[in-house]
């Protein structure tokens, strides 16, 4: 994971799927890191992926993505 970069973060593990599944809908290789505690519940799920196509993630995430 060493070109790989952190696109997304949030509390919450579904919201982190839903970026990570539209990623991979364009053809972009994505993965979660669980930054969460399992033992006092705080952190939060980031999506990462390779450093090549940082904008291009952003921008789908910025265009097609929107939670309330």
Do not use: C
Not at 39 to 46: L, V
Not at 56 to 61: D, G, S
């Amino acid at each position: 994971m060493k070109n790989w970069r952190k696109v997304y973060e949030s509390p919450s593990q579904h919201r982190a799927h839903i970026v990570q599944s539209v990623l991979q809908t364009h053809a972009l290789a994505a993965v979660i890191v669980n930054k969460k505690d399992t033992t006092y519940h705080f952190g939060h799920f980031e999506v990462h992926v390779n450093a090549d196509n940082i904008l291009r993630a952003l921008k789908i995430i910025e265009d097609e993505i929107q939670f309330e």
